[in-house]
């Protein structure tokens, strides 16, 4: 048993926030399920465009798209939809095991295409298509245009990882779009116990635009509530989620969509390491995480047990407090939106660029 394995037990599933094919070829994804009992793993464009860029692992499919071809757009979904086909195959047996709540592999649209619904439900339609895995998941963001292509995908069928959350009433949209697209699949015979879904707050931005905020404003009060806002928010998010799923009138069998922490890698070293880890632990939940936030927590441990159950007054009061001393929230993650799509469409740019370099 490790401290993984405890935190699994007080309900929240752990996934890897990486994926390459060196992790796979090597056998080095299978080990980091095996000895630190991960059940997941996610990936972005950032992943992505560093997994590419590094050794020498996808040279031979390049050599073989460069002859067949094939455009920029269309070698990097080649190579990322085969990645994550695999790394589907490795974790088939969790997959299995949960009865499909986890041992899920998540595989974002272009972030280019996040202000174009029709753009965005097809290519996740082509994604899920083309892994062909039961346990593959689609990311798409939660931007305001995403959203009914979020209703749009579920109500295909497709499994669907809702990325890039920053604030509640963002979330209360997206359990909107669940909970429709989810009776949409029961109405078109789907089988909606066959459908997960997850929505994935970020955590550590949040922290890191609002002490940025507390540090100019200044003083005592204000300083003091540096690095709260992050655990405040999703513990209020999580909140919602009681609210909304504890006695919902869904589809009978279908999956409560769980929240999902991600971004949980302290950005600020004066932090523990584990803070997004051991303060948002409960039940229903995934924390996807940067192997060294994993080792940290294998190695320290620091849980407490469910620290998201019969919190939300006191995240509330850290809310009210930030107002006070002169955050606006709602300009944070007005920015936060802004800047989450456009860094996956910088990577995403960033890996179009050196790809199409090496195709030539």
């Given amino acids: 048993m490790t401290y993984i394995d405890d935190l699994f037990e007080i309900g929240t599933s752990t996934w890897l926030d990486d994926l390459s094919r060196d992790r796979i070829k090597s056998g080095n994804l299978r080990d980091v399920i095996d000895s630190k009992s991960i059940v997941g793993v996610t990936t972005n464009p950032s992943i992505f465009a560093s997994a590419m860029s590094k050794g020498t692992a996808y040279d031979e499919q390049i050599a073989q798209l460069k002859a067949a071809g094939v455009d920029v757009d269309e070698a990097v979904y080649a190579m990322t939809i085969d990645d994550v086909r695999d790394a589907c195959d490795v974790f088939a ?18 972030p280019r295409m996040s202000a174009d619904r029709d753009a965005t439900i097809a290519q996740a339609k082509e994604l899920w298509e083309k892994v062909d895995r039961p346990n593959v998941m689609i990311k798409i963001p939660a931007t305001d245009e995403s959203l009914p292509a979020i209703s749009d995908a579920l109500a295909e069928g497709i499994s669907v990882n809702v ?3 920053f604030s509640v009433g963002r979330y209360q949209q997206v359990i909107d779009a669940f909970k429709d697209g989810i009776q949409r699949a029961a109405d078109n015979g789907k ?3 066959a459908i997960h879904s997850v929505a994935s707050f970020f955590v550590s931005r949040m922290d890191t635009e609002v002490d940025k905020r507390l540090e100019a404003i200044g003083g005592d009060e204000a300083l003091a509530l540096r690095g709260q806002a992050g655990v405040a928010n999703a513990r209020l998010a999580y909140g919602l989620f009681l ?3 504890d006695a919902s009138d869904l589809p009978a069998g279908t999956n409560p969509q769980r929240p999902l922490w991600a971004s949980t890698g302290v950005k600020n070293p004066d932090y523990p390491k584990t803070l997004y880890v051991s303060e948002l632990a409960g039940p229903n939940t995934v924390n996807t995480m940067p192997e060294d936030t994993i080792d940290a927590v294998l190695e320290e441990g620091n849980l407490h047990g469910d620290t998201l159950n019969g ?14 001393v002169g955050v606006d929230m709602d300009d944070v993650v007005t920015v936060l939106e802004r800047e989450g799509v456009d860094k996956f469409v910088a990577s995403w740019s960033e890996l179009l660029e050196s790809m199409a370099e090496r195709l030539k």
Avoid at 93 to 110: F, W
């Fill in 243 to 245: 609210e909304e799923f």
């Fill in 311 to 324: 919190t939300q007054a006191e995240a509330k009061e850290v809310f009210d407090q930030l107002k006070a």
């Fill in 191 to 193: 089988d909606v116990s």
């Fill in 163 to 165: 990325t890039l959350i």
């Fill in 93 to 110: 047996d969790i997959y299995e095991k949960t009865d499909g709540q986890d041992g899920r592999v998540s595989i974002e649209v272009d």
